[in-house]
């Protein structure tokens, strides 16, 4: 190296490494020591039945590390015995590691439904409680709309929802199908229920709190398309009222953020009503408002309300009407508009507020305050052979200054109590139209009747009917003394 001008303090001494495999793993000594790490004298490194040249060249896990995925089960055990996905801890995207099924649950890791009966293994385990090795499970059909949802999941568990899509926004936020978001809250206040004597509970659900990231959608029904202009404005009067009603609760910022309001048009010489309910279920809306009347006495579409509310959940508000139905001294009947005599609707009537004595006072509104009288009392209906019974439950100011000058009806009553039943539902999403219409009544503030009284209610729901009149109901809805109970309960 003299003829290069080095000098003995400057030069540089080389190692040169012969090309040997000494633990015949498909790896250069020197390679295994200079660049992966691994022992040259030993052919499987991290012990987990496969070569460090296999795991480099071949399968591309990691040689220092026996479980590349940290699914619980070594890398050899997954190509060689178990034909699942080494980089993949949960090979059939069930939601559960490849370890779990194996070691816990005795699933196939390599099928997302090992028993073949149509549900998952997670959901099987996770959901209902079923057998995944066994045919026991008939899957649900989950529809009803889509909701949007942040999901907080239990230490340790997976973070996984079956049927449902995954934005990327979050790898938390799910966007699920109404009944599955409906039973999911079932779930957790079930789970929140089970509270043993010493504080811990047992069988806990896999997800822990859920965060409704879609608004609360309220369906307004209405005649918005009608040839007429007093229709039209009827409906967007309703409409005007209820966004009103939600602004004074939580402002105009919270209306558009937290808050949906859509609009269905029913044609009023041909009211589509079992449409209007499908689109209701189709859409997911929560709550339904309907200050328009069915029929006269008769029961269309039982089934089709019942079922919007008993399996999707909908709050369905509706009105008396303003035609002295049910007054026994000026009628002498004893039946509500449809659908408020349908026994799943919460009946909203009107009054309004009587400067004319002292001091002034709600009370239902007649000839001498603005227009002619309303219907109270209790109605029954028979439906396949069941006698079913409602009444008048809440009641709220029935004069309308929004679009129609000093006008009056029911119909300005019932937007109200819808706008307030949505937002009991948006205070605590585990609510159920039961549980809000009851935070409702139990919060209500009386007011003194001013006509008559009837007998007791014609039945009783464990106390609902305590302080109840048939003129005025429980009163007027005391909203912020039920979203106070709302935000301290999980299911009255």
């Known amino acids: ?104 649950y005795s699933t196939n890791p390599a ?58 926004s979050s790898e938390n936020m799910y966007s699920i199908p109404r009944l599955l978001y409906l039973y999911l809250c079932e779930r957790i206040r079930n789970d929140r229920a089970n509270t043993s004597i010493n504080g811990s509970k047992s069988n806990f659900f896999y997800i822990s709190a859920l965060q409704r990231v879609s608004p609360v959608q309220i369906l307004v029904i209405d005649a918005f398309n009608s040839t007429e202009l007093e229709e039209r404005v009827h409906g967007n009067t309703c409409v005007n009222i209820l966004e009103e009603t939600l602004e004074s609760i939580f402002g105009s910022n919270s209306l558009s953020r937290n808050f949906s309001i859509i609009k269905y048009s029913v044609a009023e010489n041909n009211r589509s009503w079992a449409t209007a309910f499908e689109y209701a279920i189709a859409k997911g809306v929560d709550v339904i408002s309907l200050s328009q009347v069915s029929s006269y006495g008769s029961i269309p579409f039982f089934d089709e309300i019942s079922l919007c509310v008993n399996k999707y959940q909908i709050i369905f508000v509706s009105g008396t009407g303003n035609d002295n139905r049910g007054d026994p001294v000026i009628n002498a009947t004893n039946n509500l508009r449809y659908p408020a005599t349908h026994p799943n609707t919460l009946v909203v009537g009107g009054v309004i507020l009587n400067s004319q004595v002292t001091p002034s006072r709600w009370e239902r509104w007649n000839e001498g305050i603005g227009a002619a009288g309303s219907n109270w009392g209790r109605a029954k209906i028979v439906y396949n052979n069941t006698e079913y019974f409602s009444a008048v439950e809440l009641v709220a100011d029935c004069h309308s200054r929004i679009a129609f000058s000093d006008y009056y009806g029911v119909s300005w009553a019932i937007p109200q109590v819808a706008a307030m039943a949505a937002s009991i539902l948006f205070q605590n999403l585990l609510l159920k ?39 005025v109901g429980y009163g007027m809805p005391n909203i912020e003394m039920a979203l106070q109970l709302a935000a301290t309960t999980y299911s009255p």
């Open 1 to 104: 190296m003299d003829f290069m001008n080095f000098t003995k303090e400057n030069s540089t001494q080389l190692t040169v490494l012969q090309d040997i495999d000494s633990d015949n793993d498909q790896l250069f000594d020197h390679q295994e020591i200079s660049y992966y790490l691994t022992n040259p004298n030993l052919n499987d490194t991290d012990a987990d039945l496969l070569t460090d040249g296999e795991e480099i060249l071949r399968y591309f896990t990691d040689p220092l590390q026996n479980d590349t995925d940290e699914d619980l089960l070594y890398d050899g055990a997954e190509i060689l015995t178990f034909h699942t996905d080494p980089l993949q801890n949960d090979t059939d995207q069930d939601g559960f590691l490849d370890g779990e099924e194996i070691f816990t």
């Open 111 to 168: 099928a997302n439904d090992t028993d073949s009966d149509g549900c998952d293994d997670f959901s099987e385990v996770k959901f209902f409680a079923t057998d995944p090795t066994i045919l026991d499970c008939s899957p649900p059909y989950w529809d009803g709309g889509l909701v949007d949802i942040q999901a907080n999941f239990r230490p340790g568990e997976p973070k996984f929802i079956p049927f449902s899509e995954k934005p990327k």
């Open 433 to 471: 139209p039961d549980d809000v219409r009851e935070l409702l009544i139990t919060s209500a503030i009386q007011i003194t009747p001013s006509l008559y009284t009837y007998a007791e209610a014609p039945f009783n729901f464990e106390g609902w009917f305590e302080g109840w009149n048939p003129e």
